[in-house]
């Protein structure tokens, strides 16, 4: 019902500088919406008609402009959404045309950052929505798993970065109101603790599910917190990846199979004899984390190339601004665009089950496909290897900016608590839709971000990760050819062939392994 008086009252303001401020020509125009009798419909109209002019309204003279412009890209589609601020059409992006063409929630978030940083913020913004949609689950491959994301968006300092995180926070602000409750009921339940520390009877600490967990944190502690999740989706965010470097700079590798694990959807167990020690057993980890720090602090945050954590990581780059001048009106998240993505936010979670989506598939499939023939051309393992997870990346990633689409549409069909009423009420509506959201805007979107992803894991870990398999270390199985062949040509790890390992008679003989004989037998 806000939406409804909103949205008349707003075109009615712009209208009346073209229908010589006329209500019955505007009455003529402007739709009644639903459930709205004609006769508020014109009082919300004469209102607008006696409001205060502030000139000719920017969003008329860019619409006016881009239908009598002769070239097309000068307009775009989108021009049908009229509650948006600027509807001036920007020069095409990477993500597959004018990003006015992307549902509500993502055309704020890139609004709010500007076009230039268009991969990185949707980049950034998928593993949020992955959290809030937590019980949809997308069939890929014939594997059905949550949209189980992380992301890292690497950059140089001042390349704009910064502008992520108000966004991020946007997004997830529903469920920080819901921590930050759960959060003082904590605070409580310490103060009574330290009140009755000397006494018999302790006060039970409370198992509350706080869902948006810091990473500079310990495993005991974050393993703990996502157990208590009640089977959703945990987010971690951090604006400065140095964060995890330095925290969990000695279970570094800890930290890499929880985020592996999360990743799949797969068991995640921690057992300790200690009763006060964290025992924790989960059947499936769901942890979604965006991470954004420069690419030196990428390095220390993956320095293994060989355990498939850099495979599972879906990495976006912001481009080099260090000759660009700077902007006079600098893009900031506003109230209305936070608004907007809020509703969204709120609608995500009520979507439940599982889903295919034939279409998505197939295009994956058929990008899978070409990446194949294009590295069996050059021999490029390397390339291909990382298509596996970077398709199901990028399924997962399209999927969310679908779920958007979904949300759009009921919002714009029934308003928010129409389309809240909508999902409650029919549990698999949001399903049908879905299908209906393989538009091939959609789809180009997919291959655009895949290529992207592919791309990024490339330009960062090519040289590292042939390194790494090249390396005297590396334990690569006889099946792996890739492997082996490295693993010979690699410094000082070529045996002589005369070698045979010593027998047990020689060892004997030899002595402690500390002696001169003992070590060279060894």
Known sequence: MGDRDTLTYQLACDLRHICGKNADWLDQVIPCYDGFTPEEKREKIKNALASEYNGFPLRLRNTLNALTSPDPSQGGEGLADEDDEDINAPAPLPLGGSWRRFPQGIRESIDAVGPSLAMPVVTAICPCIGTLATGVQLDVHGTKRGLNLISYIAGDFASGKGGIDPVVEAWMSEVQALDKMYQQQEDEWRAKKRAAKNKKEQPEEPKLPVRCLTLNNTVANLAE????????????????????????????????????????????????????????????????????????????????????????????????????????????????????????????????????????????????????????????????????????????????????????????????????????????????????????????????????????????????????????????????????????????CQRDPQYRPPDAEELAQAGPRGTRRGRQLS
């Open 225 to 492: 917190r996502l157990a208590n999740t009640e089977g959703k989706h945990g987010f971690s965010f951090t604006p400065e990846a140095d964060t995890v470097a330095q925290k969990w700079k000695s279970t570094m590798s800890d930290f890499s199979v929880m985020l592996r694990q999360s990743y799949d959807g797969s068991k995640y167990e921690r057992e300790a004899r200690s009763a006060d020690a964290v025992n924790v057993h989960i059947e499936h980890l769901l942890w979604n984390v965006t991470m954004c720090g420069t690419p030196d602090a990428l390095y220390r945050v993956v320095n293994n190339y060989t355990d498939g954590f850099q495979s599972r990581i879906a990495v976006a780059r912001t481009p080099d601004n260090t000759f660009a001048p700077l902007d006079d009106k600098p893009p900031v998240l506003s109230d209305r665009q936070r608004e907007r993505i809020q509703q969204i936010a709120h609608l995500l979670p009520l979507m439940y089950g599982e889903v295919v989506l034939p279409k998505l598939e197939a295009k994956g499939r058929e990008w899978v496909e070409r990446i194949r023939v294009e590295t069996m051309k050059n021999d490029d393992r390397t390339r291909a290897r990382q298509r596996f997870r970077v398709c199901v990346t990028a399924q997962r990633m399209v999927c969310c900016l679908m779920l958007c689409k979904v949300c759009e549409t009921l919002i714009h069909k029934h308003g928010l608590n129409g389309a809240e009423a909508q999902l409650k009420q029919q549990p698999g509506l949001w399903k049908e839709m879905l299908l209906k959201a393989q538009t091939p805007t959609m789809l180009e979107a997919y291959d655009v971000i895949a290529d992207s992803l592919l791309e990024n894991a490339l330009y960062f870990f090519r040289d590292r990760i042939e390194n790494a398999f090249q390396s005297r270390s590396y334990a690569g199985s006889q099946n792996n050819e890739a492997g082996y062949a490295a693993l010979g040509s690699g410094e000082g």
